[in-house]
């Protein structure tokens, strides 16, 4: 059955996490918005979720909430992760501060930050939500939309004035765009994959590894995460090869993975009792980059968060980004009204070469933290940065810090890492402790290269 609905609203494909807060952005514009989603309403379905799915949410992020209001309900269930704490295979841990001042990065909950976002889109009038709607067909030229109620398998055909495709890396409204002429696209997957498992809590609910931070199991070619949950467990991520000695594929019994894990991850084993049927049931899922352009058609469509974006999770930026996507197209409308045209042309000029440069540092970052995060010169040249940044404030930023704690635009923070990375590489060999940072030499060459600068 099909039945034809003439639509004069904005029309937001995708009610995820950026897809709901842009509705919010537009409504506060005053526009009448449309959200369509193909899975059902998360706060209705009644399902807990069987796993709780962390993101680390960061400046980026947190301006973008704020923007429509709802930073500070967010912050009642957010845990601040001030460091990182590297477990060695001994169980040895070093940790690392991730900014000044007691800066954190904070986990919260996929899930819950996707409900606090729908509830309050819900308490707005102007946007009309609408679920169990998945979009099968866009057709660009006569601004029709082919949507199926995937409970009642009913189709319905709408048209469409502006469509903002916010449906994610393997979006549909871009499927459509990827069929015209002269549209630029790529993706390309890592030969790694990932598997979510737990870290339970203690039996008062109790976290049982350090609270406050992001712990990391650096190995080499593969790596483990932990971010805290409310509930006192922690959502780990397994980064792991595909293939090869030690990889998903080598992994086949539950014998296997215990021992694994008592070889490489034994601090962890003990606290992880649901191990073999987590690693067995819960999905092995794959890390892409996916980049396209342009991101706009006209003043009829245009994309927004993975759905232009996609890139790996190591630098803990897609979904900030993506939140970024909206500040920046807030910003655009209250500079051009609603001239759509104007806006998704500057929007699209603005974030493109800010968002590759975010695809290259989460790639970058994928080897600093399963590789390098574990070698004592490399931690020692991050003492070292620090201190100049405390001795130089107004020159040097770190670039986690750039990226992570600062407004500023991506590739400029890459540019700059780049240039700092140089000057590193030019320092370091006069340092062998943290102490030589205060010898003169070490002092003046600090000074010529700030000079330089
Ligand atoms: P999505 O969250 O994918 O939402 C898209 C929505 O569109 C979904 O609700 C989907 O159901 C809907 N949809 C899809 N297709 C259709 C269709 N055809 N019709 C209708 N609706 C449709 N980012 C961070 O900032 N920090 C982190 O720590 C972090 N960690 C991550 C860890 C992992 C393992 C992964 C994979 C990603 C991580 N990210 C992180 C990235 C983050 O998850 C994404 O960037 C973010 O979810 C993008 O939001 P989005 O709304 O654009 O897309």
Same mark, same amino acid.
């Given at each position: 059955p099909t039945s034809a609905v003439v639509n004069e609203a904005l029309t937001v494909m995708g009610g995820g996490l950026v897809g709901s807060l842009l509705a919010l952005y537009l409504a506060r514009h005053g526009h009448t918005v449309d959200v369509f989603e193909r899975r059902e309403d998360l706060r209705r379905s009644g399902l807990v979720e069987a796993r709780s799915i962390n993101l680390a949410l960061s400046d980026r992020g947190w301006r973008a909430l704020e923007g429509v209001g709802i930073a500070d309900a967010v912050r009642q269930v957010a845990i601040p992760m001030h460091q990182r704490i590297m477990h060695d295979a001994r169980g040895q841990l070093t940790a690392q501060p991730?900014?000044?001042?007691?800066q954190a990065i904070y986990s919260v909950s996929r899930a819950g930050l996707n409900r606090t976002l729908l509830d309050l889109v819900e308490q707005e009038p102007r946007v009309r939500l609408h679920f169990?709607?998945?979009?099968?067909?866009?057709?660009l030229r006569t601004r029709t939309l082919e949507l199926l109620?995937?409970?009642?398998g009913v189709t319905q055909t709408r048209t469409y004035e502006h469509l903002f495709g916010?449906?994610?890396?393997?979006?549909a409204v871009r499927g459509a765009m990827q069929k015209t002429e002269r549209f630029n696209f790529s993706q390309h997957y890592l030969d790694y994959g990932y598997k979510e498992l737990t870290i339970e809590a203690g039996p008062?609910?109790?976290?049982?590894?350090?609270?406050h931070a992001l712990h990391i199991w650096p190995r080499g070619q593969y790596m483990m995460i932990a971010l805290p949950n409310l509930d006192g467990s922690f959502n780990c991520t397994l980064f792991f090869?595909?293939?090869?000695?030690?990889?998903f594929s080598s992994l086949q019994t539950p014998e296997q993975v215990r021992a694994f894990f008592q070889e490489v991850f034994a601090d962890a084993l003990p606290l992880m009792p649901n191990l073999e049927q987590e690693f067995f049931e819960n999905p092995t899922s794959s890390l892409v980059t996916i980049r396209c352009y342009p991101?706009? =058609?006209?003043d009829e469509v245009v994309l927004l968060g993975d759905a232009s974006h996609a890139i790996v999770p190591f630098y803990g930026q897609g979904m900030n980004a993506g939140f970024e996507d909206c500040t920046i197209l807030d910003s655009l409308l209250q500079e051009f009204g609603p001239d759509w045209g104007a806006v998704f042309r500057e929007f699209q000029q603005r974030r493109k070469p800010n968002t590759d440069a975010m695809a290259d540092l989460a790639v970058y970052n994928f080897e600093e933290m399963r590789?390098?995060?574990?070698?004592p010169r490399f931690l020692l040249q991050k003492k070292i940065e620090s201190k100049i940044s405390a001795q130089y404030p107004d020159q040097w930023l770190p670039l986690y810090s750039q990226v992570?704690?600062?407004?500023?635009?991506y590739a400029e923070a890459l540019a700059n890492g780049q240039r700092q990375e140089q000057i590193m590489q030019r320092l =370091?060999?006069?340092?062998?402790?943290?102490?030589?940072?205060?010898r003169p030499e070490v002092q003046q060459q600090v000074a010529a290269e700030m000079a330089s600068r």
């Open positions: 991730y900014g000044q001042h007691n169990n709607q998945q979009c099968r067909r866009v057709d109620h995937t409970e009642t916010t449906d994610g890396a393997f979006s008062a609910g109790e976290w049982r590894l350090e609270k090869p595909y293939e090869g000695p030690a990889s991101w706009s =058609m006209a590789d390098r995060v574990a070698d992570t704690f600062s407004h500023r635009p =370091m060999p006069l340092i062998q402790t943290e102490a030589d940072y205060d």
